[in-house]
């Protein structure tokens, strides 16, 4: 009777193992925006807005009563040991795009999987939104309330809610990845 001897990992097959991570995780960041010019990011934007009106209704009367909007209309995670997350969209105030930005994730620990999903970021207050435009790279924190819940339902606008400087939507999820969170995501501004 044989026994199997554990796996040790030196440190040529870890770092192997650690670039193959990398490899998988830049390979998923390709997202299928095309072109990062403006119009282009801007037509995803709108097709983005569109359906998340249509599919969260109560989602309208926040961004009628937010101060801005951040909206990524496509976000790839994917993961093997290392993960990450890109994707780029634009900052809306009163309909306008104002500026354009990149958002970055980067995790580690166990982890396989791919999923893609879109996000907006309601600015419900001036501040919140000019923190957020003057930061050279803002994190979203745990402290993010989120109006449309994981399971895909949609959560009501109640006046606690509401009072909360920035509230984040998420949805249109596909793939092997369950429990989408913005915490530790990264947004920069970009020149598309």
Same mark, same amino acid.
């Given at each position: 009777?044989?026994?199997?001897?554990?796996?040790?990992?030196?440190?040529?097959?870890?770092?192997? @193992?650690?670039? #193959?991570?990398? =490899?998988?995780?830049?390979?998923?960041?390709?997202? #299928?925006?095309?072109?990062? $010019?403006?119009?282009?990011?801007?037509?995803?934007?709108? #097709?983005?807005?569109?359906?998340?009106?249509?599919?969260?209704?109560?989602?309208?009367?926040?961004?009628?009563?937010?101060?801005?909007?951040?909206?990524?209309?496509?976000?790839?995670?994917? =993961?093997?040991?290392? /993960?990450?997350?890109?994707?780029? /969209?634009?900052?809306?105030?009163?309909?306008?795009?104002? %500026?354009?930005?990149?958002?970055?994730?980067?995790?580690?620990?166990?982890?396989?999987?791919? #999923?893609?999903?879109?996000?907006?970021?309601?600015?419900?207050?001036? %501040?919140?939104?000019?923190?957020?435009?003057?930061?050279?790279?803002?994190?979203? $924190?745990? %402290?993010?309330?989120?109006?449309?819940? %994981?399971?895909?339902?949609?959560?009501?606008?109640?006046?606690?809610?509401?009072?909360?400087?920035?509230?984040? @939507?998420?949805?249109?999820?596909?793939?092997?990845?369950?429990?989408?969170?913005?915490? $530790?995501?990264?947004?920069?501004?970009?020149?598309?």
């Amino acid at each position: 009777m044989s026994s199997t001897p554990p796996i040790r990992l030196s440190r040529r097959g870890f770092t192997f @193992a650690a670039l #193959a991570g990398v =490899g998988v995780t830049a390979a998923a960041c390709n997202n #299928a925006i095309g072109s990062p $010019g403006a119009a282009t990011i801007d037509a995803r934007v709108d #097709a983005t807005l569109n359906e998340m009106f249509r599919l969260y209704p109560n989602t309208a009367s926040l961004a009628e009563q937010s101060a801005g909007m951040l909206v990524m209309p496509l976000v790839t995670e994917a =993961g093997l040991w290392l /993960g990450g997350a890109f994707g780029r /969209g634009a900052l809306r105030v009163k309909g306008t795009s104002v %500026d354009y930005y990149a958002v970055t994730k980067a995790s580690a620990g166990l982890q396989i999987g791919a #999923a893609q999903y879109a996000h907006v970021l309601f600015f419900m207050t001036q %501040d919140a939104l000019y923190n957020f435009r003057r930061s050279p790279g803002w994190a979203a $924190g745990a %402290d993010l309330e989120y109006v449309v819940a %994981d399971t895909s339902e949609s959560i009501g606008t109640d006046t606690d809610r509401l009072r909360k400087p920035i509230l984040a @939507a998420i949805f249109g999820r596909a793939g092997l990845r369950i429990g989408a969170t913005l915490e $530790g995501t990264k947004y920069t501004r970009i020149i598309p």
